[in-house]
């Protein structure tokens, strides 16, 4: 088992609700330290960012395809990581990913991801 395993993922239909879950192992150290984000992946395609939430809580980005339908949140006190993900499309289907970023979240957080979770899929269908 690895530093965060993601769940909560499941199939859906369009317009339905789904929430992802992200616990963070002991061998996390200094949760409150991590930018943490939300990423979806289909194999042999590019990683594209969903959300983050920064080392506080306060500060949150969101793509703009999920803008005003996910709702991403964390609590530090149990080192989890929550994404809330309304108003479910079909093009949301995908493999969904946790991860930790170190020290600030920014632009380029994709690629200075240091640990990510073995996914959860998430599949919106009619």
């Known amino acids: 088992q690895g530093e965060l395993v993601e769940s909560g993922g499941g199939s859906v239909q369009p317009g339905g609700s789904l929430k992802l879950s992200c616990a963070a192992s002991?061998?996390?150290?200094?949760?409150?330290?991590?930018?943490m984000g939300w990423f979806r992946q289909a194999p042999g395609k590019e990683r594209e960012g969903v959300a983050t939430?920064?080392?506080?809580?306060?500060?949150?980005y969101y793509s703009d395809s999920v803008k005003g339908r996910f709702f991403i949140s964390r609590d530090n006190s149990k080192k989890t990581l929550d994404l809330q993900m309304d108003s479910l499309r079909v093009e949301d289907t995908n493999m969904y990913y946790c991860?930790?970023?170190?020290?600030?979240?920014?632009?380029?957080?994709?690629?200075?991801?240091?640990?990510r979770g073995q996914g959860t899929q998430v599949t919106v269908s009619s």
């Open positions: 939430v920064g080392p506080g809580g306060g500060i949150t």
């Open positions: 002991d061998s996390l150290q200094k949760w409150k330290s991590y930018c």
């Open positions: 991860a930790a970023v170190p020290i600030s979240c920014g632009d380029n957080w994709l690629r200075r991801v240091r640990y």
